[in-house]
């Protein structure tokens, strides 16, 4: 790749990536549109009708000069840091950080207030890339197209891509008029709605720009078009879209979230894989591994019910040797009055489930062979709490924050870190766990009381909760840490990056989480993407087979009925985890091709879905899901060298025939899956 920087004669510095050069270039057919988008309390904004919109090209951003540009080397770390100035003594450095061989870039700002005098940010630019495409002289009609990943409830990395015409996102006749689609998310559930990514394709020129922005507040999308030039930028959100804005008295700084970026000649999945190396590079050692772990997790089984008696009919019946860790979900601090799902905040061990103490069920744990692991949503205060009018709760207006049955924690307040630190962290310590799960049902909205404004006071909220995620890795050794909110809502890269397992999703049972989690292997590292395989001991054995074989798009995590199962069928369940554990190395390195019909209804799933993932030692994984089909479905997938089949894990015969690069199954009946293990 290379950054360029394009310089105007008002000295506006403005800022792009292209893969390494081979065409003649077009950067003139469009007007300056500064690397830093940047504008304060009684700033002008653009004309053409900008106002309430966006702040895209304000006035203060136009008034940014150039200063200085230097380009240091710290090992194999290659930053170019461009600053640029207003006359009213707005310094912005404007950061490009290149690490090794990794295929992407980490792109930042900082802002300085050199002025005598306060200033009020209302909105600042993480990024923005200018004058997409460079590669016509015209404005590029009917070759542009806006790549975005939406996302629900269950229902999360939905990909989407849109023409910018149909965006309405060509240039008016007059060069008059800002055409903006602004896009992002409000709160503390950041991946709801959308997830913080974009990507701008030239699809004559097979030209992808990508961009993940590592933002766990409220966050925002711009493409914005003024003239022939089409620009992408991102950030916080700004005071319009996230009431947000930021006092920086005299000589204060104030750094924006990362943003990913890369530009390649390649398509959407291949894009989003080279998003993922900077991921890559901020693995915890112990995450550098090509093992990975298989998960039990009761909360599927004893739907909130973890009793000690429960666990240890659980374990009964679990294989020796088979799961890592073992997973005690909500419910363990149930109060026998008014339950366990909305007493969160007290976090007391129900003693009429642990009669014997919750001690003495991780050494149960411990002696079947596994890791003990425990649920917490440590940053919320249920209805039914003690807690529940306690004055360290985040406020809004002076009044306590309530979202459905939930309210909040600030956690910017040291007394709280202080009943956290005794209620999780020394609970961890003092009971042996070693795993995690750290669960967030609901969001702050728009934001808190506590800072200048809403915005900043949620961001700085959301900030400190990933501190105490921070802290908690340091003062319990070993520690596993797996984040979920509601199953996807935090799946944004900085959460993830704290994380050992990310919760894909919560449908927990449904037959549409091999779409969901195929979806979000261009999202999320799969050897973190964490998915349920949820076994019902009235399962037939291809729907175990279908269950199990989605849990293969990333660490496997059984729940379910399994002491209700046959031994035949859980025989079978085990031959799968057995299955995935060989195939692991695969699942954590590699680079998935898939295939298939688009499913236009997750709920209604039609065809078939088949991925084909190379690992990094030439070993192939194919998974294969059967959906709702007539007659008998022939699957043919291609292979891209000679391999002969080392495993197999289906239930029945699926006539698997390996001829020279093609890899063709047969299905009879519907909802029905296989995995295989080439070599």
């Known amino acids: 790749m290379e950054a360029v920087y394009l310089f105007s004669e008002e000295g506006t510095v403005s800022f792009t990536l292209i893969p390494q050069r081979e065409d ?24 053409g009708f900008a106002a309430g919109e966006t702040r895209h090209n304000s006035a203060l951003t136009m008034s940014m000069k150039y200063v200085s540009q230097d380009v240091t080397t710290r090992g194999d770390t290659t930053i170019i840091e461009t600053v640029v100035q207003s006359a009213e003594g707005i310094r912005v450095s404007h950061f490009v950080e290149s690490i090794g061989s990794q295929r992407s870039v980490v792109v930042y700002s900082k802002v300085h207030n050199c002025a005598e005098t306060p200033v009020m940010i209302e909105a600042v630019s993480s990024l923005n890339l200018c004058g997409l495409t460079p590669y016509t002289p015209d404005e590029g009609r009917g070759r542009l197209k806006l790549h975005r990943f939406r996302s629900r409830w269950s229902a999360e990395g939905r990909h989407e891509v849109r023409s910018i015409e149909d965006l309405l996102l060509e240039n008016s006749w007059a060069d008059f008029a800002v055409r903006c689609e602004k896009f992002g998310t409000t709160g ?23 961009v993940s922005l590592a933002c766990s507040s409220s966050w925002q999308f711009e493409a914005v078009r003024i003239d022939k030039g089409l620009s992408l930028s991102c950030g916080l959100a700004d005071y319009e879209f996230g009431h947000w ?106 003693a009429y489930l642990f009669p014997n ?26 209805k039914d709490s003690e807690k529940a009018s306690d ?20 956690m910017r307040d040291g007394w709280v870190n202080e ?29 808190c009381d506590g800072a200048e404004s809403i915005g900043e006071g949620l961001r700085q909220t959301v900030e400190a909760t990933k501190e105490f995620f921070k802290r908690i890795r340091r003062e319990v050794p070993d520690i596993a840490i797996e984040i979920c909110s509601s199953g996807g809502h935090r799946l944004e890269p900085s959460f993830m990056e704290l994380a050992d397992f990310l919760s894909f ?122 959906f709702r089909h007539d007659g008998n479905l022939i699957v043919t997938v291609p292979l891209d060298g000679d391999y002969s089949v080392a495993g197999v894990y289906e239930a029945g015969d699926h006539k698997i025939e390996l001829d020279g690069p093609f890899l063709t199954m047969e299905f009879e009946e519907s909802f029905d899956a296989v995995a295989i293990y080439l070599k």
Request: glycine share 8%; with cysteine.
């Open 24 to 47: 003649e270039l077009f950067f003139d057919k469009a007007g300056a549109d500064p690397l830093v988008q940047i504008s304060c309390t009684g700033d002008a904004t653009s004309i």
């Open 188 to 210: 503390s559930m950041p991946v709801r709605g959308f997830f913080p990514f974009a990507a701008i394709e030239d699809n004559a020129k097979q030209i992808i720009w990508a």
């Open 245 to 350: 804005r930021k006092e920086l008295l005299s000589g204060e700084e104030f750094t924006t979230p990362e943003a990913y970026v890369t530009v390649a000649r390649c398509d959407i999945s291949e894009a989003c894989d080279r998003l993922l190396d900077i991921q890559k590079g901020r693995l915890l050692p112990k995450q550098h591994t090509e093992s990975l772990p298989a998960i039990f997790n009761e909360y599927c089984t004893t739907w909130g019910e973890p009793s000690e008696d429960n666990i240890k009919k659980i374990l009964s019946v679990l294989k020796p040797g088979q799961y890592e860790y073992f997973v005690i979900d909500a419910g363990w601090y149930a109060d026998s009055a008014v339950g366990w799902q909305d007493n969160m905040g007290d976090w007391n061990v129900a």
């Open 357 to 382: 103490g919750i001690k003495n069920v991780v050494r149960m744990i411990n002696d079947a062979g596994m890791k003990a692991g425990i649920w917490f949503e440590l940053e919320v205060v249920g």
């Open 391 to 410: 004055p360290h709760l985040l406020t809004r207006d002076g009044k306590i924050i309530i979202s459905g049955t939930r309210r909040f924690w600030d």
């Open 419 to 447: 009943y956290l630190g005794t209620k999780v962290i020394d609970f961890l310590s003092d009971n042996g766990f070693k795993y995690i799960k750290i669960d967030y049902n609901d969001t702050i909205g728009i934001g």
């Open 505 to 626: 999703s919560d449908a927990h049972e449904e037959r549409e989480i091999p779409v969901i989690a195929a979806d979000l292997q261009n999202l999320v590292l799969p050897r973190k993407s964490q998915i349920w395989a949820v076994l019902r001991k009235d399962d037939e054995m291809k729907r175990i087979a279908y269950s199990v074989c989605a849990g293969m798009y990333g660490v496997l995590c059984i729940s379910g009925d399994v002491f209700g199962l046959s031994k035949e069928k859980l025989d079978f369940a085990d031959r799968g985890v057995g299955f995935y554990k060989r195939a692991s190395s695969v699942i954590a390195c590699g680079f998935t091709y898939r295939y298939g019909p688009f499913q236009y209804s997750n709920r209604d799933l039609r065809g078939f879905q088949a991925t084909v993932r190379y690992g990094c030692d030439r070993s192939v994984l194919v998974i294969v899901h059967a």
